[in-house]
């Protein structure tokens, strides 16, 4: 993993390093599981499952869209970050990554090629009296954060 990761460090010195994989075809795989569970909970009746059937594909594209892997992307995205707040509150660390070579990662992992990893996540526990340098410059709010108008 360390040399598909840019021989980074952290890698070998985490207690674990996570590939976070975004699947463009989970729409198929999952749709019938989905829409059973909205008729069993009642969030649709029978007679609208063929329409809700056809939304995501409809929203999303083919599985090989641009479209669609930016939508497995957001998803797998939103679930790094729940994930690393979680580990947060159970008192490890994390460590978001991008810096590695995703062809290599897939090879040696025995990743299906159709499959997207936005980023890995090492994690652990923080080094015994590690100190950590103050946090660095963030933009101001004011800078990115817009009322009613991008412009
Ligand atoms: C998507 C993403 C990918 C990152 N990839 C790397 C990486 O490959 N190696 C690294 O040392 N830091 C990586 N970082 C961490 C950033 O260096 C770090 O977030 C930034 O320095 C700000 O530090 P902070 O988030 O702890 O304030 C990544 C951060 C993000 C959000």
Redesign the pocket.
């Known amino acids: 993993m360390k040399k598909c990761?840019?021989d980074?460090p952290?890698v070998a010195e985490a207690s674990a390093t996570l590939i976070i994989i975004a699947n463009p075809n989970a729409v198929e795989e999952n749709i019938n599981s989905v829409l059973k569970s909205w008729v069993e909970l009642g969030y649709i009746n029978e007679d609208s499952v063929e329409t809700m059937r056809s939304m995501p594909f409809k929203n999303y594209g083919d599985k090989d869209s641009l479209s669609r892997k930016l939508f497995a992307v957001k998803n797998t995205s939103f679930f790094a970050m729940s994930l690393m707040i979680a580990a947060k509150g159970l008192g490890f660390e994390t460590?978001?990554?991008?810096?590695?070579s995703e062809e290599k990662i897939k090879a040696n992992f025995n990743i299906p090629e159709d499959r997207v990893i936005?980023?890995?996540i090492t994690l652990g526990y923080p080094k015994p009296g590690l100190k950590?340098l103050p946090?660095?410059w963030?933009r101001e709010l004011k800078s990115y954060v817009k009322y009613n108008s991008f412009s």
């Open positions: 990761s840019f980074q952290k460590h978001p990554m991008d810096g590695f936005p980023l890995l950590l946090r660095a963030r």
